[in-house]
């Protein structure tokens, strides 16, 4: 976002330096790729938050509509498998995974529009309709990140974002089509008639990051005295509350090896507004933990090896 607004102000500047008293009149539009919906119509909207509404939701780009209960989800790995690559866990921080649609019962949707499938490992493999989903082939999503203009972006999503034993854009990818094209506030028709192809896609990328900075789960399990040992086990209990005391919600957390090693967190929300912008509500998660609830568990260290510095969230 910064880097693409810089440059557009930056042209502004070089105008008035030259002299130019009427901006609109000298000024050629500048060529910036934009990844804004055109939401000018939500105004007239009822404000709701999604999934408590009373009465029909009109327009659905105003507000997820049906996923109206919106996970950010979150991963604690210890390694990535592409080390020898470069790509490494960021110290200090989990990991984004997704931004997910759940319907307000908790069921849920995915691989909506076949015309913008980028996984390149669909997971599961076919439609509903038991159709199989072709596997995408072509440049990875990082380059059309690129294209926007978006290094910020991209830098951003390779500190935090981070994908095991594939490449980082390939998790970017089966995210998006996965589960934004079942958002019906990433409905292209919500970015109106200058539609830029792919603008949903660096939409998507931001909305999932900026929902990511509401729940710095490290440091919110810190604040507690929980962090990750070697040497020490927690009791799920203990991960819940250190949770709830900063966001007033218990959160799904999800364990690997019959629910001994935390691997996992779920934010479940209400928003009112789009998923893009809007306020996200915490609530109680709607799923069971796989965690067991009542022996030890561990929340391992990572090696050295495996992380790395980013910059702060
Ligand atoms: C600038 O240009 C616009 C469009 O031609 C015109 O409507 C406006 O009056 C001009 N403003 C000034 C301050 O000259
Ligand atoms: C909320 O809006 C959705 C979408 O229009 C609609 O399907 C649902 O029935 C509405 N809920 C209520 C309680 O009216
Ligand atoms: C199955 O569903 C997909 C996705 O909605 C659709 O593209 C495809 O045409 C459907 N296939 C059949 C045979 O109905
Ligand atoms: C989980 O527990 C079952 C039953 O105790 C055991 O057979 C299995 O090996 C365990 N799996 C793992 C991954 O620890
Ligand atoms: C949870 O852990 C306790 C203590 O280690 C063990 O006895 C129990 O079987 C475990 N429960 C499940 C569901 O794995
Ligand atoms: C802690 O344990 C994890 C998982 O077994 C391992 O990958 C990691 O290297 C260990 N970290 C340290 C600092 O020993």
Not at 6 to 31: D, H, I, K, R, Y
Not at 112 to 121: G, K, S
Request: glycine letters at 8%; charged letters at 15%; one cysteine or more.
């Amino acid at each position: 976002m910064l880097s693409a607004r810089f440059s557009f102000l930056l042209s502004f500047a070089a105008v008035s330096v030259f002299g130019a008293s009427n901006l609109t009149e000298t000024c050629q539009e500048p060529v910036v790729l934009s990844s804004f919906p055109d939401l000018t119509s939500c105004l007239t909207q009822p404000g709701l938050y999604s999934c408590e509404n009373t009465t029909a939701i009109q327009n659905t780009c105003c507000s997820p509509t049906p996923g109206g209960l919106v996970l950010q989800t979150q991963f604690w790995s210890t390694y990535t498998g592409l080390e020898t690559k470069g790509q490494l866990l960021p110290k200090g921080s989990w990991t984004i995974h997704g931004l997910w649609p759940d319907n307000c019962d908790g069921s849920f949707e995915q691989y909506c529009d076949p015309n913008r499938q980028f996984d390149p490992a669909p997971s599961p493999a076919k439609f509903p309709n038991g159709t199989v989903i072709s596997a995408y082939k072509g440049p990875g999503v990082d380059t059309i990140v690129e294209k926007f203009g978006r290094g910020d972006l991209l830098d951003y999503m390779n500190d935090y974002w981070i994908n095991q034993n594939a490449p980082n854009q390939d998790l970017w990818a089966h995210e998006f089509s996965k589960h934004a094209t079942c958002t019906s506030t990433f409905d292209i028709a919500c970015y109106g008639a200058k539609y830029q192809k792919n603008q949903d896609l660096i939409n998507y990328f931001d909305a999932a990051i900026r929902a990511f900075h509401q729940y710095p789960t490290y440091d919110l399990l810190a604040a507690a005295g929980i962090v990750p040992s070697n040497k020490t086990t927690y009791k799920l209990e203990q991960f819940q509350n250190a949770i709830k005391a900063q966001t007033g919600a218990v959160p799904y957390f999800g364990c690997t090896q019959n629910g001994t090693i935390l691997s996992e967190v779920w934010y479940f929300n209400h928003v009112y507004g789009t998923e893009q912008y809007g306020t996200y509500k915490t609530l109680d998660s709607t799923s069971k933990s796989s965690c067991n609830a009542t022996g030890p568990i561990q929340y391992p260290e990572r090696s050295a090896k495996s992380e790395h510095e980013v910059r702060g969230l």
